[in-house]
């Protein structure tokens, strides 16, 4: 990808807005802005575009598509999860663990036991 377009979809994943489809399915989409429609030609996307699940950006609790909003401290003695506000509102609460996405399971287990640091990849 040429230094342009990398930089044209940073922006777009700042600025686009961020929302569940119909299918339960995580999006960006331009909210009819002139300027992140322009964007999303650009780089060839329909609009709104879907973003699959991903470390960081989706929550991981199993069958939740919400974009995250809070990280660690929720459950702190299981892994350091990456919560919607919907979960991390049930964490607040006291609430039992929900079950985990396994590329989140996978991703605390991978943890340093002594530094508790992701290996570098």
Not at 13 to 26: E, G, P
Not at 75 to 101: F, N, S
Request: hydrophobic share 40%; proline share 4%.
């Amino acid at each position: 990808m040429n230094e342009y377009k990398e930089a044209l979809e940073h922006m777009v994943w700042q600025f686009a807005y961020r929302s569940i489809d119909k299918d339960n399915k995580s999006i960006l989409w331009t909210g009819g802005l002139f300027a992140l429609e322009g964007a999303f030609n650009a780089l060839g996307w329909i609009d709104p575009h879907i973003v699959e699940d991903f470390d960081g950006g989706i929550c991981d609790v199993k069958g939740c598509s919400e974009w995250v909003e809070a990280q660690g401290g929720m459950w702190a003695d299981t892994g350091y999860w990456c919560l919607c506000r919907i979960h991390a509102d049930v964490a607040r609460k006291g609430e039992p663990q929900p079950q985990m996405k396994q590329r989140a399971i996978d991703r605390e287990v991978s943890r340093d036991p002594i530094t508790k640091c992701l290996p570098m990849k």
